[in-house]
């Protein structure tokens, strides 16, 4: 099994550089990463250049795409399925860090006991103690609300330990069938520069006939929002807002007769998250 991990880089390279060193760590799987440097100024392609090296050594091949300025998160992701080479993809965010060290080959293990899954997500924890739940796959209200399953649970809440289908993985980190990823048009450019570009792919990969799934026995660290809430020309409430109501009117006719849960179950939970430069060593298992 061969996979293309994708991720994006615009700036943060103190975040950059501590999530991509971490998967280096990864087990089990042949695997290759493809990053889009979204015209960064900060020293982050100059690093790449040097972690491309350090991957090579390890086995994994890190191609880089330079672009000259932010093109936004739905193009450049598509530039880099143009160029992306395994069977599956892996969309990772620059601020998720390894917690299993097998994760691909576990994820990819559940993708292929469900045949009909197009795509697979893990449970995303905080990188700090003790490790509540970030993300436990995303679940829409018939009103199109969005929902973060456990956001602000303990890890190991019963409710989110077993596997699960579910309406929408986020891309923050999920592996997916690259043909499928393909076959649906991959994102859709309308969403720039971010937000809900990767639930309106979950809903066009379902519209074809897939399933998604997640899978709480692969976890991973997010340090939550520092890619997209760190970018300081990106006004990430108004980007929600337009691109949640983009979304609300093109899938409305699905997720209102959906089983999602009421809207008052889908109130966004503050969680309280100290600083990038505050949070220590991330233990890594498996």
Not at 18 to 34: D, H, K, N, Q
Not at 54 to 73: F, P, Q
Not at 226 to 245: F, Q
């Amino acid at each position: 099994m061969r996979v293309s991990v994708i991720t994006l880089t615009h700036n943060q390279l103190a975040v950059t550089r501590r999530c991509l060193e971490s998967w280096l760590e990864a087990t089990g799987a042949e695997w290759e990463l493809v990053v889009v440097e979204n015209g960064s100024a900060d020293g982050t392609r100059e690093w790449l250049a040097g972690f491309a090296r350090t991957a090579a050594a390890r086995g994994v091949e890190v191609r880089v795409i330079l672009n000259d300025r932010n093109l936004g998160c739905s193009t450049a992701r598509n530039q880099a399925l143009a160029e992306a080479r395994g069977e599956l993809v892996a969309f990772m965010d620059n601020d998720v860090a390894l917690r299993n060290r097998d994760w691909l080959a576990a994820l990819g293990r559940a993708l292929d006991r469900e045949k009909d899954a197009v795509a697979v997500g893990p449970k995303l924890v905080y990188p700090f103690p003790p490790h509540d739940i970030q993300c436990a796959g995303v679940a829409i209200s018939p009103h199109g609300r969005v929902q973060f399953r456990g956001r602000g649970e303990p890890r190991d809440d019963p409710r989110f330990s077993q596997p699960a289908e579910v309406q929408c993985l986020i891309s923050a980190c999920c592996l997916a069938r690259l043909g499928a990823v393909r076959e649906a048009g991959g994102f859709d450019e309308a969403f720039n520069p971010v937000q809900f570009e990767d639930f309106d792919l979950c809903y066009r990969l379902r519209e074809a006939g897939g399933r998604l799934y997640y899978v709480p026995a692969v976890e991973m660290y997010h340090f939550e929002s520092v890619t997209t809430a760190g970018t300081e020309t990106i006004p990430n409430t108004r980007v929600i807002v337009r691109n949640g109501l983009r979304f609300k009117r093109r899938w409305q006719h699905r997720f209102a007769h959906e089983s999602g849960p009421p809207d008052a179950d889908c109130r966004w939970r503050a969680v309280a998250t100290p600083r990038f430069d505050e949070i220590g060593g991330l233990p890594v298992v498996g």
